[in-house]
């Protein structure tokens, strides 16, 4: 028996043809559909890169307890219990962030591991003159973006690009030991992750008119580009799609070739999507986690069953790999995997209901029909705790400072008897802004429509408390949220309609500049020369307050206005915004 996982980062589920996307260029998912089980209901857990590798690793949960970091101590790791029982494990993978400080313990669980360089800034290539750069609509340009300018002159070739070295590698293994028994390798590439970078016979298969700066990479923030550059992105994310799609179509390749499947195991995954622009957004994380995001693609193909072109509508999560890749090889599943192997000889439930989120951020549960996402019940967010004995970033350590308060927790069930560091937590972005929110799929499968709907919501929030408590979430996230730690929930707890009116504000799409009327000074100005001009400032004073005095502007003020209100996401009212560009269109 072997096993071959094919994973991808940021793969959307709306653009692959099995589920409906009609003008990308993606033959071999549509081939794959065929050969394969595909499952309409999977959902992401904990978001986004690293915690979703928690999960596939430990079958649990990550983003109760902690936010991006490494395996725990306690973790029970799918790889190593597989390693431990005969099973050969192998990781092929061109995905930066298993070798940072917030990924540095998955690699070593298996037998054996490769990895390519390169990737979105990857620190690889030592260059201290710098690069040559385009004009570009990035605009947050941290010292990644320089250093993938660098990479890319090694990547002139798509023989040479990290994807392409990764499933060469990959295939290479399958290859070697296909003769072989009980195996499992992992061939995971970062992309279509951003940036979006292809090379030249994917960007064909997009022809488009486009004159506009350089525009691959778009920043986590409100859309503010114009149609044309919105378009031009999206078709770089499908000439990068694309390509995933071949190499894709190589892994088919070798099934055929080698009769792999009669005996081997094939899952292809992905941890999350990206918004191109829907909903008035770029990118992940710094807006509520629309099904763009969380609702995933998942095909797999198990010669057991030998179900091929079939479709199943069972609610599934990424906990659920763990389970159904130890139970493929006869590995007992232990006690703490939360997940259930996945449904793929019959479509029978898993589970009732499923939470996703990040941690700091919305906790949500769905139950495939209705999503409900929970925002914090104060301002402050608080309280927000970290649970863990790895205190380490994505590419840094926690700081003395961040440890200065911590205290030893209790242990919990899954921590088998070890008391983990309790310290104080931060999120990238406070989800109060954006409110609780309330969606049916059923009829509002864009999400473009929340509900307030108080029979609904009660239904909801009590599933949600209900697998908090099942997966023993911290006091703090119950306090943080608003809702009660035992006993039921009543309507007191109910968040939507008392939220409702912030959540429709931080709704509302940024206007495009050209909306706004211009002048000598207008959005498109940079901040610091606003705050220079002794008018200007009082104008923002006036209805930007919190932009005057930000901190953020040490690295942030050379932005035009209009490009900090977008990164600054739903802080900021667009009628505060239609206020401030018609007062300076008059000075």
Not at 464 to 492: C, K
């Amino acid at each position: 028996m072997k096993a071959i996982m094919v994973m991808f980062d940021s793969l959307n589920r709306h653009l692959l043809p099995p589920y409906g996307g009609d003008w990308t260029h993606a033959p071999n998912f549509r081939r794959l559909a065929e050969r394969s089980v595909t499952f309409d209901n999977a959902w992401a857990g904990s978001l986004p890169c690293m915690p979703a590798r928690r999960e596939i690793h430990t079958g649990r949960y990550n983003f109760l307890h902690r936010s991006w970091g490494p395996l725990e101590p306690f973790d029970d790791s799918m790889p190593e219990l597989l390693k431990q029982h005969g099973v050969y494990t192998h990781l092929v993978s061109d995905h930066p962030h298993y070798w940072e400080d917030g990924g540095a313990t998955y690699h070593g669980r298996y037998n054996t591991w490769e990895f390519f360089r390169g990737q979105e800034g990857d620190a690889w290539k030592g260059q201290v003159a710098d690069p040559a750069m385009p004009e570009d609509l990035k605009r947050l340009r941290f010292q990644t973006y320089r250093q993938d300018w660098v990479n890319r002159q090694y990547l002139d070739t798509e023989e040479k690009h990290p994807q392409t070295l990764t499933f060469d590698a990959g295939l290479e293994f399958i290859r070697t030991n296909r003769q072989a028994d009980r195996w499992f390798v992992q061939i995971e590439t970062f992309d279509p992750h951003e940036p979006f970078f292809s090379h030249q016979r994917y960007k064909d298969l997009y022809p488009h008119d486009y004159d506009g700066p350089h525009f691959d990479w778009p920043d986590y923030k409100r859309v503010v580009e114009t149609d044309d550059q919105v378009a031009h992105a999206r078709y770089e994310y499908a000439a990068l799609l694309s390509m995933c799609d071949r190499s894709l179509g190589r892994v088919l390749d070798l099934m055929d070739e080698h009769s792999l499947w009669d005996d081997t195991l094939l899952i292809v995954n992905t941890d999350h999507g990206l918004l191109l622009g829907e909903k008035g957004w770029w990118g992940k994380w710094v807006q509520p986690w629309y099904n763009e995001l969380v609702h995933l693609p998942l095909f797999v193909w198990d010669p057991r069953a030998g179900r091929a072109g079939e479709r199943r509508s069972s609610l599934v999560q990424t906990i659920d790999l763990a389970p159904t890749l130890l139970g493929y090889f006869g590995v007992e599943r232990p006690t703490d995997m939360q997940g259930r192997p996945l449904p793929v000889a019959e479509d029978d439930p898993v589970r009732e209901a499923a939470l996703f989120g990040a941690h700091g951020g919305h906790v949500n549960v769905t139950d495939g029909r209705w999503v409900y996402m929970r925002a914090p019940a104060t301002a402050d967010n608080a309280p927000l705790q970290e649970h863990t004995l790895m205190p380490t970033h994505m590419r840094g350590r926690f700081t003395p400072a961040e440890l200065a308060d911590l205290e030893l927790a209790e242990p919990f069930g899954f921590t088998k008897g070890v008391r983990t560091l309790r310290m104080p937590g931060r999120a990238l972005i406070n989800p109060y802004q954006h409110g609780t929110l309330l969606f049916d799929l059923a009829r509002d499968p864009e999400q473009l429509a929340p509900l307030v709907d108080d029979a609904a919501e009660l239904r909801m929030a009590q599933l949600l408390v209900e697998l908090m408590r099942a997966n023993e979430a911290p006091s703090s996230q119950y306090e943080r949220l608003g809702l009660p730690e035992t006993g039921p929930v009543g309507e007191e707890h109910l968040l939507v309609r008392a939220q409702r009116d912030r959540a429709q504000r931080a709704a509302r799409p940024l206007p495009r500049t050209e909306d706004f009327p211009a002048g000598r000074l207008s959005l498109r100005t940079s901040v610091l020369a606003l705050i220079s001009d002794p008018v200007a400032v009082e104008v923002l004073r006036q209805h930007l307050p919190g932009i005057v005095d930000s901190e953020f502007l040490q690295f942030l003020g050379q932005l035009p206005l209009i490009d900090l209100v977008a990164i600054a996401g739903g802080q900021i009212d667009a009628e505060d915004l239609h206020a401030v560009a018609t007062e300076l269109a008059k000075l």
